[in-house]
């Protein structure tokens, strides 16, 4: 079974402390120490191990530049057979139809059973999967954590839903699953697995290698533009907790003891 896991690289929140940047539109992105997006790797370590117990190769791929690279070669390092870096300048400021538009281009160059995205990046809005299923006409499920392979030509994959529950979908082959965290348990990747696969080279397709429009993609072309970040007032009751986490998990605990949630 050909695999491929659509990724991304994202500010890491356990790394930085984040705020917004002068214009308020967006959050100060000088100096953040980036990571892969945590629903993407889950579904790295899902496509790893389908590939393991039925064959066939893993392929990462993430639109972006030069930096992203670091994230393929992690996930290479984790046991993904191929990287790709699909990078030209014409895919800045893409929204979510944009990134949907170029990986859809490049998935038609390619022959792959099972595409897998997470269920959302860092800003959240959960659209990139759905969107690459509908251009490429393939059946489509979100929030999967679970999958099961029938036979050749269908999975049987759960998905989360209101209230805890789960509803169970038999789906087609080919297909875009989007995957939530927990689904598995992501293996460690070590800084001597980084340094083994260092000298892989990595393709990098650009807007005329896989026959894209300019003129479809980019911030020009984008329909949806982010024009206001902003931190919400309090709320009544609410208290803002300052200091290391350490300090903060002894103020929470204080703060439900004091309230009579601890017996």
């Known amino acids: 079974m050909e695999i491929l896991v659509c990724a991304r690289r994202v500010p890491d929140t356990s790394e930085n402390d984040i705020q917004l940047n002068s214009a308020g539109n967006d959050i100060e992105r000088d100096d953040l120490v980036y990571s892969i997006n945590e629903s993407d790797n889950y579904a790295v370590e899902e496509a790893l191990q389908i590939a393991a117990k039925f064959g066939g190769s893993v392929t990462v791929a993430t639109v972006g ?50 595409i897998l995205t997470g269920v ?57 699953l989007s995957i939530q965290t927990g689904i598995n ?27 894209i429009d300019p003129a479809t993609v980019g911030e020009m072309a984008a329909r949806v533009k982010r024009i206001d970040y902003f931190v919400p007032a309090l709320g009544k009751g609410a208290e803002m907790l300052s200091g290391s986490r350490e300090e903060n998990i002894d103020k929470v605990v204080n703060l439900i003891a004091a309230k009579g949630g601890l017996k």
Request: with cysteine.
């Open 185 to 211: 348990e992501p293996r460690y990747v070590g800084m001597r697995g980084i340094r083994q696969v260092a000298s892989i080279p990595i393709p990098t397709p650009s807007a005329a290698e896989l026959g």
């Open 65 to 114: 530049g030069e930096d992203d690279e670091e994230i393929l070669r992690r996930e290479m390092a984790m046991g993904a057979n191929h990287g790709v870096l699909i990078s030209d300048d014409a895919f800045a400021g893409s929204d979510g139809r944009g990134i949907a538009t170029v990986l859809a281009a490049f998935v038609r160059k390619g022959r792959y059973d099972l």
């Open 120 to 176: 959302q990046a860092d800003d959240g809005a959960a659209q990139v999967g759905g969107m690459l299923a509908a251009m490429l006409d393939y059946p489509f499920a979100s929030l999967v954590n679970s999958i099961e392979i029938l036979d050749g030509n269908k999975l049987k994959v759960g998905r989360e839903i209101a209230g805890g529950n789960r509803e169970i979908s038999e789906i087609d082959l080919p297909c875009v």
